[in-house]
């Protein structure tokens, strides 16, 4: 009973860091609109870092949650 709750959070953990992982800009996101002469203010290109930084440390802590998660598993 146990081992099957867990394995449900595990794939709930899977899947918030599949989500997470998708919504981040990728590195070369700045360098493709500067390129297409896309303009951005200041305010929004430090809004996208914000949320980008938010993202980056959201997928650190679901990611070490969802490994030790699958060793606890393991040891079960």
């Given amino acids: 009973m146990v ?6 959070v595990l794939v709930l953990l899977a899947l918030a860091l599949i989500m997470v992982v998708m919504l981040q800009s990728g ?10 002469g896309m303009a951005d203010t200041f305010m929004a290109k430090n ?3 914000g ?3 938010k993202l980056a440390r959201w997928t650190k802590w679901v ?11 393991c040891l079960l």
Avoid: C, P, R, T
């Avoid at 590195?27 to 297409?36: E, R, V």
């Avoid at 990611?63 to 598993?73: K, N, Q, R, S, T």
């Fill in 63 to 73: 990611a070490i949650g969802f490994m030790v998660l699958l060793l606890v598993i």
């Fill in 3 to 8: 081992k099957m709750i867990l394995s449900v």
């Fill in 51 to 53: 949320w980008d930084a």
């Fill in 27 to 36: 590195k070369s996101a700045g360098l493709s609109g500067a390129i297409s």
């Fill in 47 to 49: 809004k996208a870092k």
